[in-house]
C-alpha cells in the first residue's frame, strides 16, 4: 500500500543556498541545494535539488536553473512552491493525514515573506504550518537552553542572510538582519576574478574556490588552486592559479560589512540582556559561519566573545526537528501556527 496511515511531522529548513528535510522518527532525509531547474518554455520541472544545483550556469537555452530564494526569503513564489514540492516528494511517502511542517524564518522577514513561506508549505502538502525565528531554531539546534531568563544571542550566518537576535525566557528581544552572507561572499570571489583577471567564472567554480581556498584570516599555509573559466579579452577557456591570500585580500571588505552587521545588531540588545551576552559569548550558526578564519575575524574586529555552534550548518534543522520530536517540552510561544 502507497500510503502511511499516519501523518508525520516534518521539520524544514528552506534555506536560500540549501533545504534539509527531517522527519519526525526518521532522522535527517534530505540535505540539498535550494536549486530548481525548469523548462524555459513550457515550465515543467526538470531537476530539483543537486540535480539542479549541478545545472547552474550549464544549461541550453531552453532550461533555466535558479535558486527561488534570495535573502533568506521566498523571491519566486511559484518556483519556491515547486521547488518544496519536488524535494517533499522524493523523500516522504503520501499520508491519508497531512503532516504539520515546521519551519524557520528570518528575524527581519515581512508579513508577505511570512506568507509566502506558510503558502508553500501548505501547497506541498501541510495540515498546519508552524513558523519559528530561525534564530530561536538555530539556538534550540546548539543545545541552549532559550527559556533561561539569560540573555542569549544568535548570529546565523547563511547564505543570503545573516540574522541576528537576542533572546531571554523564550522572546525575541532584539532582532536584526543583514543580506551579506554566504552568497555575498561568493559574489565576491567572482567579482574579483572578472575585474582583476578579466576571467569570468561559474557559480560552482566560484563557491568551490571560496570553500578550498577562500578565507578571512591568514592561514598557515599558503594554498592555491587553479581557477579555470572564460577570458573576457579573448573569448577562451583560460585557467588562473590564485593563493588564499590574494582571496582574502577579495574577501576582506565583505567580512568587513558582516563585522558592522554584528556590531548593530549588538548596539541594539537590551542593556539588561548585554551583561549575559558578552559574558557568555555569541552564538554562531548557518554553514557561513564556516568560513575559514570568520570567527576569528569577526572576535578581532568585534572585539566580542563568539563561538561557533557545532556542525553549525545543521543547527536551524535541529531545532525545528527537536520541535517535531518533542512539541510538549517546546513553548508554544515560539511558533506562530497557521492551520489549513
Ligand atoms: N567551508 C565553507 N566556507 C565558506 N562558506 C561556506 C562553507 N560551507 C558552506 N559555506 C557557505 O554557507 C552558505 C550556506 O549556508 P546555509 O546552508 O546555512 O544557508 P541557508 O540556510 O541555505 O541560507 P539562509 O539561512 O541565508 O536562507 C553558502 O553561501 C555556502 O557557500
Ligand atoms: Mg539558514
Known sequence: MDFNVLSNDIAIDFGTSN?????????????????????????????????????????????TAIFPLAGGVICDCTLAEELLKALLRRVCPKTIIKPRIFMALPCGATDVERRALRDAAVIAGARSVYIMSAPIAAAIGAKCDVMLPRGLMIADIGGGCCDFASVSVGQLASVSSSKT???????????????????????????HCKKEVG????????????????????????????????????????????AEALKNAVDAVPSEL??????????????????????????????????????SEYAVIRGLAAATENMERISKELFTVYHG
Open 274 to 311: 548585554l551583561g549575559d551576552i558578552l559574558e557568555d559569548g555569541i552564538l554562531l550558526t548557518g554553514a557561513g559561519a564556516n568560513m575559514y578564519g570568520l570567527v576569528k575575524r569577526l572576535h578581532i574586529d568585534t572585539e566580542l566573545k563568539l563561538f561557533l555552534a557545532p556542525e
Open 19 to 63: 533545504t534539509r528535510i527531517y522527519i519526525k522518527g526518521r532522522g535527517l532525509v534530505l540535505d540539498e541545494p535550494s536549486v530548481i531547474a525548469f523548462d524555459s518554455i513550457c515550465g515543467e520541472v526538470i531537476a530539483a535539488g543537486a540535480d539542479a544545483e549541478a545545472m547552474l550556469g550549464r544549461t541550453p537555452a531552453s532550461v
Open 181 to 207: 552572507a554566504g552568497a555575498a561572499f561568493t559574489e565576491a570571489v567572482t567579482a574579483h576574478f572578472r575585474d582583476y583577471h578579466s576571467l569570468s567564472i561559474g557559480y560552482l567554480t566560484a563557491e
Open 215 to 258: 578565507c578571512v584570516f591568514p592561514k598557515e599555509s599558503n594554498d592555491r588552486t587553479t581557477v579555470k573559466g572564460l577570458d573576457l579579452k579573448t573569448g577562451l577557456p583560460a585557467e588562473i592559479s590564485v593563493s588564499c591570500e590574494e582571496l582574502r585580500d577579495a574577501l576582506m571588505p565583505t567580512v568587513n560589512e558582516v
